[in-house]
């Protein structure tokens, strides 16, 4: 009786081992795609790729699709080492990385391991890259401004604690000056900043000269260079927002900006096009504009905390209607437009205050502070459509009490927008002047 019983107990424990095979094997490689017979996988998990180099040798690759039994794989680094026939082993999972309070200052890789080849600290948790948004009922309404430090933005275009705008503009205008500038002077509790695509050149000098040791010291930065592939600049920007999740599930409110979301797109076009999606909108494929809103619904506020996001969109020949600067304005709470022809009359940062908005401003502003901001976005609309006439000395002073008040303002106005990049101007004070600014609100 005892050894039917031991036998029904094997075979009971038998009966629930995962008896779905683990391994499979490289059957071909086509550009950056790597096709495998097997192993049994979800799209998504991550997939070790046994090199036949004799050194005992792994290149991380995820699974992106299927072909009929094939299955699709995309590796995170070089592909040179693979061979036909090498071992591909499914892990059963995701991409995951490693968080926690040490890694603040850090310069992170698209995996979580730093750039220097440091070893990860100890006392970090684990977490998964790609996660859910926060449930529809449990984010908090925005209430709260947030100081960037930046005149213009914290003036005439307000913005709130767990809001996401995005920063729209050509190359060459000033977006990471402008990040920087946010990364030194804001007020959230950390910053978390991903740098995707950028040149390798520029990574370490928007750490060295734009964030600065000050910056550096409360922000963690994540970098996938452009000559990278495409799956590891994707996966720079989940890591990016995991991180920032992690802590804002800690109650913290925490800065989050993404320098850019168009080579994210531009990366996903890439997978798409080698696994066969069709061309739909100049190029880009469907996955690419379902992509956008899994990763940009995933900032904001939840039950304890918030994620203030700044996604720079770089806009291909200064057109803010392009495909992918459309399909971001339609999913963020407000947009910031920096424009060339300011940047070439020396307006820095050059913010187009009339082309630009934030959803939020009327309910975390006062109504004095919004009367104001209108008045003189009014003025500076006013005097920008008839600039033309007042350059060639068509218009007469006289003719039009508007066109003569926007004249009187117009330089105060594009004095209060500029600002070096070096100065910290405090929300009040900015608020303040920009209230004294106004017709009826005080002297100029």
Do not use: W
């Not at 590891?232 to 991180?243: D, N, S, V, Y």
């Amino acid at each position: 009786m005892t050894e039917m019983k031991k036998a029904e107990e094997l075979i009971g424990y038998i009966s629930k081992l995962n008896t779905f095979p683990k391994f499979g094997r490289v059957v071909r490689v086509v550009g950056l795609m790597i096709e495998s017979q097997g192993p049994v996988s979800s799209v998504g998990d991550v997939c070790h790729i046994h090199l036949n180099n004799g050194k005992d040798s792994i290149i991380l690759a995820e699974v992106v699709g299927f072909r009929e039994e094939i299955v699709i794989l995309m590796p995170y680094t070089s592909i040179n080492d693979i061979s036909s026939g090498c071992l591909v082993e499914s892990t059963g999972k995701p991409l995951e990385i490693k968080v926690g309070m040490n890694l603040i200052g850090k310069v992170l890789d698209s995996m979580g391991n730093p750039i220097d080849k440091s070893a990860l600290p100890k006392g970090l948790s684990t977490v998964s890259a790609e996660q859910e948004p926060p449930n529809v009922l449990s984010r908090k309404s925005i209430n709260e401004k947030l100081a960037v430090g930046v005149k213009a933005i914290d003036g005439m275009l307000t913005v709130g604690n767990g809001q996401r705008v995005g920063i729209f503009a050509g190359s060459g205008v000033g977006k990471s000056t402008l990040l920087g500038m946010i990364a030194r002077n804001t007020t959230a509790d950390l910053n978390v900043i991903g740098l995707i695509g950028e040149r390798g050149r520029e990574v370490r000098e928007f750490i060295e000269r734009d964030l600065g040791p000050e910056g550096l010291s409360r922000t963690i930065v994540v970098a996938a260079t452009s000559d990278q592939p495409a799956l590891m600049r994707i996966k720079g920007a989940f890591t990016a927002t995991a991180i920032a999740e992690y802590f804002r599930d800690k109650g913290m409110n925490v800065m989050l900006m993404m320098d850019s979301v168009t080579r994210v797109a531009m990366a996903q076009r890439e997978i798409g096009l080698a696994v066969g999606e069709p061309p739909a909108t100049r190029g880009y494929t469907p996955s690419v504009f379902s992509i956008l809103p899994k990763l940009l619904e995933r900032t904001g506020t939840n039950e304890v905390g918030a994620i203030t996001a700044f996604y720079t969109v770089l806009v291909d020949g200064d057109d803010m209607n392009e495909p992918i600067a459309d399909a971001v304005r339609g999913i963020l709470d407000g947009h910031i437009v920096l424009d060339r022809t300011l940047a070439n009359k020396g307006q820095y940062p050059a913010i187009n205050v009339l082309k630009s908005v934030s959803r939020l401003m009327n309910h975390i502003a006062s109504p004095e502070h919004v009367k104001a901001a209108e008045k003189l976005r009014e003025l500076y609309y006013t005097y920008d459509k008839s600039e033309d006439l007042i350059n060639i000395g068509a218009y007469k002073r006289g003719t039009s009490r508007e066109i003569d008040e926007a004249i009187e303002f117009e330089p105060h106005i594009t004095n209060y927008l500029k600002q070096s990049y070096k100065d910290n101007v405090n929300m009040e004070d900015s608020i303040s002047e920009l209230i004294s600014l106004a017709p009826g609100g005080g002297s100029r």
